[in-house]
């Protein structure tokens, strides 16, 4: 790994702005948002920021996505001001996103033409990870795309798993990682509800059920931001309630369009619907308790 290699970031939110430092920690990193506070932050981190995506992106060695789905996945390649045409051929678009299997094989189809392979590399383990390079990613590509992407991909994660050597096979697995996820979310919530209605401390009850069989990753992770979402500030944005309505959506349209009975990933959508429709879609996927109880009992 070299500065002689170069990584244009396009999208430096909550997840973008920490692996486009991460990266910076050895590559060359370029970085695009439409956001001028999110390009401040990245200037003041280091980052070499762009007026425009496709400026970003020109040269560039590999371009990592953070994008929300696949209207935006194809609108930042293709679109007016799309990013596509600029690329050098021989690189790669590395989808760092959860955007579900139906928009790749088009994606792949219109990069061939600029000769420019699709990583589908999508990711989870929050901000914290991405700016340690502790993320799981899970890969569908080539193996020469592999490669290509080989430098950025393996500073940004701790567990790098090769899913297949096709595009969609990541978003395929990310989609079963993400039925669990969604629905570990929902399931603390309405424990950590049920604890206040019974009466118990929360924050105890959260520490003695993380030191038991009902620990998960996704419960010490949220846990503590539950407890904060009936303050008056509610939890710190780490991940949109309605990131969740999306993803919840994919893991709907897959099981569907496998045959497959999902009946509690499809309750847990319905619990982010529900707080997307109640105006919770801007705050924290852990405010989701407030769907089941919208108020704290214990004082």
């Known amino acids: 790994m070299t500065s002689n290699y170069t990584v244009t970031v396009l999208g430096l939110g909550a997840m973008g702005l920490p692996m486009a430092t991460r990266l910076a920690s050895q590559l060359t990193v370029h970085g695009f948002d439409i956001a001028e506070p999110r390009l401040k932050l990245a200037e003041e981190a280091g980052i070499a920021t762009f007026a425009t995506a496709r400026e970003a992106a020109k040269g560039a060695d590999a371009v990592l996505l953070a994008v929300r789905n696949g209207e935006q996945l194809?609108?930042?390649?293709?679109?007016?001001?799309?990013?596509?045409?600029?690329?050098?051929?021989?690189?790669?678009?590395?989808?760092?996103?959860?955007?579900?299997?139906?928009?790749?094989?088009?994606?792949?189809?219109?990069?061939?033409?600029?000769?420019?392979?699709?990583?589908?590399?999508?990711?989870?383990?929050?901000?914290?990870?991405?700016?340690?390079?502790?993320?799981?990613?899970?890969?569908?590509?080539?193996?020469?795309?592999?490669?290509?992407?080989?430098?950025?991909?393996?500073?940004?994660?701790?567990?790098?798993?090769?899913?297949?050597?096709?595009?969609?096979?990541?978003?395929?697995?990310?989609?079963?990682?993400?039925?669990?996820?969604?629905?570990?979310?929902?399931?603390?919530?309405?424990?950590?509800?049920?604890?206040?209605?019974?009466g118990l401390d929360q924050a105890k009850t959260l520490a003695a059920l993380e030191a038991g069989a009902a620990g998960s990753f996704m419960l010490s992770n949220r846990g503590p931001r539950i407890l904060e979402a009936y303050t008056e500030e509610g939890a710190e944005v780490l991940s949109r309630l309605d990131i969740f309505v999306k993803d919840m959506g994919i893991v709907g349209k897959a099981t569907r369009a496998a045959g497959l009975a999902a009946p509690v990933a499809a309750a847990a959508e319905q619990l982010y619907l529900l707080g997307q429709a109640q105006g919770l879609a801007a705050a924290d996927d852990s405010a989701v308790i407030k769907v089941v109880a919208p108020t704290k009992r214990t004082k």
């Open 74 to 198: 194809n609108d930042v390649l293709f679109g007016e001001n799309g990013v596509a045409s600029v690329l050098e051929r021989g690189a790669v678009v590395i989808l760092g996103s959860t955007v579900g299997t139906e928009a790749i094989p088009a994606t792949v189809e219109k990069l061939a033409e600029y000769g420019v392979e699709l990583v589908d590399a999508p990711l989870s383990g929050g901000p914290k990870r991405a700016g340690e390079g502790d993320l799981l990613i899970v890969v569908g590509a080539s193996p020469e795309a592999r490669e290509k992407a080989a430098p950025a991909l393996e500073l940004l994660a701790s567990t790098l798993t090769v899913v297949g050597d096709k595009p969609g096979d990541g978003q395929a697995l990310k989609t079963v990682n993400q039925l669990l996820c969604g629905v570990h979310i929902a399931a603390a919530a309405e424990a950590m509800a049920l604890a206040d209605a019974l």
